[in-house]
């Protein structure tokens, strides 16, 4: 797993459902195999040194859950400089809200989040807050569902080996 700041609320959650997706696949939970970057993504050196200390590691991963949009796009920009294949060498699933996801070379698999019903429960909520007769003094959370779109991205061809530095 490659994901933002440990002290964000968002990551530490996607890093529970890595967790969880690992006990529910009954693997175990090995802390050498998450890499925190802290500006999430947006700085390629972050991304790279942290798939560099992955693939440093004696058992290399054969796979990435890269926790945002950015992560993802840098860890594919990781992948095409050093020539390892997606999904052949290196398999990848992404956290994502943009809906070019199938358009990219192959194709992400995703776990999507409801980004624009997100903002609408949010606006329709503040909207709410703002127009309340009195202090609003009880705030709502909503849970809203993931969908997992599987594409060609993590779909493991048999007999590839991960290349190493």
Not at 23 to 31: G, I, Q, S, Y
Not at 116 to 133: R, T, V, W
């Given at each position: 797993m490659v994901t933002g700041r440990p002290d964000l609320q968002s990551a530490q959650l996607r890093e529970q459902g890595y967790r969880?997706?690992?006990?529910?696949?009954?693997?175990?939970?090995?802390?050498?195999y998450v890499k925190y970057c802290p500006h999430g993504g947006m700085i390629y050196k972050e991304v790279e040194q942290a798939m560099n200390e992955l693939m440093a590691l004696r058992h290399k991963p054969d796979a990435i859950f890269a926790s945002a949009d950015k992560l993802t796009t840098n860890f594919m920009r990781y992948c095409k400089a050093r020539e390892l294949q997606i999904p052949g060498d290196m398999a990848v699933i992404g956290f994502s809200n943009l809906d070019l996801t199938d358009?990219?070379?192959?194709?992400?698999?995703?776990?999507?989040?409801?980004?624009?019903?997100?903002?609408?429960?949010?606006?329709?909520?503040?909207?709410?807050?703002?127009?309340?007769?009195?202090?609003?003094?009880?705030?709502?959370?909503?849970?809203?569902?993931?969908?997992?779109?599987?594409?060609?991205?993590?779909?493991?061809?048999?007999?590839?080996?991960?290349k190493a530095d």
């Open positions: 969880q997706a690992l006990a529910d696949a009954k693997l175990p939970f090995d802390e050498q358009l990219l070379s192959p194709p992400l698999s995703v776990v999507r989040q409801p980004a624009f019903e997100m903002g609408q429960i949010a606006c329709e909520l503040l909207i709410n807050m703002i127009e309340s007769k009195r202090p609003v003094t009880e705030f709502e959370n909503r849970i809203l569902p993931l969908e997992l779109i599987i594409r060609e991205s993590s779909v493991k061809k048999p007999g590839k080996k991960v």
